[in-house]
């Protein structure tokens, strides 16, 4: 017979006193010297009772509130949920979930080993203390995994999707997506926005090899797919539910549009706010951007919506203050979300990392003048070898002096139909080189790929063509 978490609790209390405590008792403050090894026995168990005690105690405050809601099997979005993009090959003694699998392809892919070189706020030249787009990903990795595990969903869909969800960013951060995106809408191409390129990049773009040695699309799962594309967290709202309409993810024009298909995507779209806000602050504090000054500013905030703080404003702090807030008052009838006065910190923290950090000129070494002239040479120049159906021999001609146009003719022949494709390469053909637009859509998705350091050498070998 299994026994509930309360059951446990009330069981183990009846035994306490035998143990040599009581239910009020507390660990106390001791020194090892003169005690015998039979003395700091007994106390290391005290420790351990009460540490087993505080354990249950959890176990009980937090019982999963959402585990019928939960991502599985018995969920009745659930076939919709794990219908993936593209078929992937199955193996007999394959034991991982459907989610696993999403998990691992992600983990495995070029994409997601290239963003340790991806800006998050500031240049990877600033310190090699400040967070890169790599290290984001992994705290909002963490964070997600710790909401969803107290509140019972599945660990494994929110994993896959926070693994995911920023890799399709561009180079030098948010600077280099406005840039792209200004080069889009410059050339007749839909707007480029981060959280879409993430999907297209799990769709159509990243591959890995088979146990036949074919490449392969990722073909992600549903919801994964949908966690990905609608993680934005610049929107300000409260305790937000799930949509139930099964929707064609290609289709969305701009981030925010709709909630995600699940509770797990949800966490993840928090969950990526309450990673960047208080690390943020600590990069600037890092690199002399944010001073005392600004910390008596961050506490007085503080203050203001919970009275009874004391202490420094970190990202220690303001993780622990978030997760532990949303778990407490999130429900499936009101949704996740935070109590009001933790709701208005986190906007007022929003705004202050706005106005003295990421809007700040000149507190970034790459300023968004730089971006745009480094990835609109680029773009210009790859664009300037357009020869129609007779590219790939203009390339080739080109590729004798360089190795980076080299590089971005094998993206293109790896995408096109064309009579030097490899035979090992089964991904999806995504480009017409008989179609100019096709090109340059290929162009901002070679660029959207790369890390700072590739877009800075590929620009510098450019221009000394």
Known sequence: MQISPVSKYNLYRKKLPAAGLNSTSRPQNFSAEGLTQKTITGQAKAFSAVSFRASLLKETIFQGQFKTEAMTPKNPKWQLAVTRFSPLEHRKNDIRTEFERDRNRIMHSEGFDRLRFKTQVFPLSENDMISTRSSHVIQVTDIARNISRKLGLNEDLVEAI?????IGHSPFGHDGEKTLKAICIQNGLAPFWHEKNSLRMVDKILTLKNTRGKENNLGLTYAVRDGIINHCGEIDENFIK?????KNLSRLQSPGQLQPFSWEGIVVKISDKIAYLGRDIEDATKI????????KDLQAIMKKHIPDF????NNTVLMNTFVTDIVKNSSPQKGIGFSKP????MNDIKKYNYEHIYLIKGAKSVSQEQCDLVLGTIFDKYSS????????KFLAKASQSSKYIKNFRNWIVKYTDNDERSKEFENAVIYDLSSHKDYKQAIVDYISGMTDKYALKTYNNLCNQ
Not at 242 to 246: A, L, N, Q, T
Not at 385 to 392: A, C, E, I, P, S
């Open 162 to 166: 926070a693994l995911g969800h920023d």
């Open 242 to 246: 799930p949509r139930d309409e099964f």
């Open 288 to 295: 002399g951007i944010l001073t005392d000054k600004n910390q």
């Open 310 to 313: 004391e202490g420094q404003v």
């Open 342 to 345: 933790v709701f208005d910190l």
């Open 385 to 392: 070898m357009y020869r129609g159906k007779d590219t790939l």
